[in-house]
């Protein structure tokens, strides 16, 4: 009997597998479409960022970026949030002041190529917890940040871009096509490594290279996400 319990037990085991596979894994369009975007990432990686050196996460990046910034110029972080990775950068920046700009009301339209829709991400305006030297300009990206540079002259020294859609990234790098300079770092927190990655914050900084002129070279990459670094030259 125990034998045949057995038996039994294993042919529901392997009935119950063959139902979750086929039900489940076999019709889940998003898993393929992540493991084919991954493939994008490892390509791209491959064939363009050789010289790249890959970090552990986007904290480590985030760090290693700012210690390849120039000493002086603006430290700007676009797409605040929970503040965690501004509050990463004030701590590595010392006594410099670090910008954050974010609207806290979430996405402001959907995020196409993915599942987060308009709202996505929103705090109800509220905001988050950051050290004494950060500095938060809340509100639509191009609402703060004419007056912001009116304010604040000099150049970028680190600028980064969380901004998730291509609409948002666009708005930022239109207003500060004339801060950023050879030397200039540029940390994208979703650059590539998720479906439809082509179509945003990759999208706009091409475009931003092509009508800039400038030139550029890969710094690193995190092991983890999309989270990537460049530095004009």
Request: glycine share 10%.
């Given at each position: 009997?125990?034998?045949?319990?057995?038996?039994?037990?294993?042919?529901?085991?392997?009935?119950?597998?063959?139902?979750?596979?086929?039900?489940?894994?076999?019709?889940?369009?998003?898993?393929?479409?992540?493991?084919?975007?991954?493939?994008?990432?490892?390509?791209?990686?491959?064939?363009?960022?050789?010289?790249?050196?890959?970090?552990?996460?986007?904290?480590?990046?985030?760090?290693?970026?700012?210690?390849?910034?120039?000493?002086d110029?603006?430290?700007?972080?676009?797409?605040?949030?929970?503040?965690?990775?501004?509050?990463?950068?004030?701590?590595?920046?010392?006594?410099?002041?670090?910008?954050?700009?974010?609207?806290?009301?979430?996405?402001?339209?959907d995020?196409?190529?993915?599942?987060?829709?308009?709202?996505?991400?929103?705090?109800?305006?509220?905001?988050?917890?950051?050290?004494?030297?950060?500095?938060?300009?809340?509100g639509?990206?191009?609402?703060?940040?004419?007056?912001?540079?009116?304010?604040?002259?000099?150049?970028?020294?680190?600028?980064?871009?969380?901004?998730?859609?291509y609409?948002?990234?666009?708005?930022?790098?239109?207003?500060l096509?004339?801060?950023?300079?050879?030397?200039?770092?540029?940390?994208?927190?979703?650059?590539?490594?998720?479906?439809?990655?082509?179509?945003?914050?990759?999208?706009?900084?091409?475009?931003?290279?092509?009508?800039?002129?400038?030139?550029?070279?890969?710094?690193?990459?995190?092991?983890?996400?999309?989270?990537?670094?460049?530095?004009?030259?």
């Amino acid at each position: 009997m125990a034998i045949l319990s057995r038996g039994l037990g294993a042919g529901l085991l392997a009935r119950a597998y063959r139902k979750l596979l086929h039900s489940f894994y076999a019709n889940d369009l998003a898993i393929d479409l992540r493991l084919h975007a991954k493939r994008e990432a490892i390509d791209y990686i491959v064939a363009h960022m050789g010289e790249a050196t890959m970090r552990r996460d986007r904290f480590d990046l985030l760090r290693f970026a700012l210690s390849h910034a120039p000493a002086d110029g603006l430290i700007l972080e676009f797409g605040v949030e929970k503040g965690l990775s501004i509050r990463t950068l004030a701590a590595a920046s010392g006594t410099r002041t670090v910008h954050g700009f974010d609207s806290f009301r979430g996405l402001p339209e959907d995020w196409a190529g993915t599942a987060e829709a308009k709202g996505a991400f929103d705090r109800r305006g509220r905001l988050p917890k950051v050290p004494a030297n950060v500095r938060l300009h809340v509100g639509w990206f191009d609402a703060t940040l004419p007056a912001f540079l009116a304010a604040h002259a000099g150049p970028v020294a680190l600028l980064h871009i969380d901004c998730d859609i291509y609409s948002s990234t666009r708005t930022v790098f239109g207003l500060l096509h004339d801060r950023l300079k050879p030397g200039s770092v540029i940390v994208f927190d979703e650059y590539f490594n998720y479906p439809g990655w082509r179509g945003h914050e990759y999208k706009a900084f091409r475009e931003f290279v092509a009508t800039s002129g400038q030139r550029y070279r890969y710094l690193g990459y995190a092991a983890e996400k999309g989270h990537v670094a460049v530095i004009l030259h």
